[in-house]
């Protein structure tokens, strides 16, 4: 809000204007920072590894499952910190604009929606109440693989997860970093 003009009609700024512009940047801010995480979540989670050595399909589902899986790890590092509301909002409308890219109507973007959400929560929980590596595997062996006999792979995949998340609690809330690619 413009306080009383200056002699020769000019506005005055009040300490109001400063503080709503400092406020705009630092969501703009915010925001693209949140934005850099989503994309290298995404590219991460896309790695040709994860489909060629590993053997997760290359489809929705298994593009959904990996970006669950490396979203739980980025999430569960940062706990409470600022960026994780944002990001998980990010990662719902990148599953709205896929649907809808795919040829989704708007009514059915939302059951879908929902379904999505509760897969994604389900899968969270499911690795968050892994008290091992033995346990992680068996959930990621169910999730990624539909638990067909994946069993090294689920372990390697376990492994990674305990690498990553010690590269990731360094390197957020201001970058993703997972660290090297797993190996098998």
């Given at each position: 809000?413009?306080s009383?003009p200056?002699?020769?009609?000019?506005p005055?700024h009040?300490?109001?204007?400063?503080?709503?512009?400092n406020?705009?940047k630092?969501?703009?801010?915010?925001?693209?920072?949140?934005?850099r995480?989503?994309?290298?979540?995404?590219?991460?989670?896309?790695?040709?590894v994860?489909?060629?050595?590993?053997?997760?399909?290359?489809?929705?589902?298994?593009?959904?499952?990996?970006?669950?899986?490396?979203?739980?790890l980025?999430?569960?590092e940062?706990?409470?910190?600022?960026?994780?509301q944002?990001?998980?909002?990010?990662?719902?409308?990148?599953?709205?604009?896929?649907?809808?890219?795919?040829?989704?109507g708007?009514?059915?973007?939302?059951?879908?929606l929902?379904d999505?959400?509760?897969?994604?929560?389900?899968?969270?929980?499911?690795?968050?109440?892994?008290?091992?590596?033995?346990?992680?595997?068996?959930?990621?062996?169910?999730?990624?693989?539909?638990?067909?006999?994946?069993?090294a792979?689920?372990?390697?995949?376990?492994a990674?997860?305990?690498?990553?998340?010690?590269?990731?609690?360094?390197?957020?809330p201001?970058?993703?970093?997972?660290?090297?690619?797993?190996?098998?």
């Amino acid at each position: 809000m413009l306080s009383s003009p200056l002699p020769g009609g000019k506005p005055r700024h009040g300490s109001r204007d400063v503080s709503m512009l400092n406020l705009l940047k630092e969501s703009a801010a915010r925001k693209q920072a949140v934005t850099r995480l989503y994309e290298a979540l995404v590219r991460r989670s896309r790695e040709p590894v994860f489909f060629t050595n590993f053997g997760v399909a290359d489809s929705v589902d298994g593009r959904f499952d990996l970006l669950v899986f490396h979203a739980w790890l980025a999430l569960k590092e940062l706990g409470g910190r600022q960026p994780a509301q944002g990001l998980t909002n990010a990662i719902f409308t990148g599953f709205d604009e896929a649907m809808r890219e795919q040829g989704a109507g708007d009514i059915g973007i939302g059951h879908r929606l929902k379904d999505m959400a509760k897969a994604f929560y389900g899968r969270m929980a499911a690795y968050d109440s892994a008290q091992d590596a033995d346990a992680l595997a068996a959930a990621l062996a169910r999730n990624l693989w539909r638990g067909a006999g994946h069993e090294a792979y689920a372990s390697a995949l376990a492994a990674y997860a305990t690498t990553a998340r010690k590269h990731l609690s360094a390197s957020l809330p201001e970058a993703l970093d997972f660290g090297p690619l797993p190996t098998i």
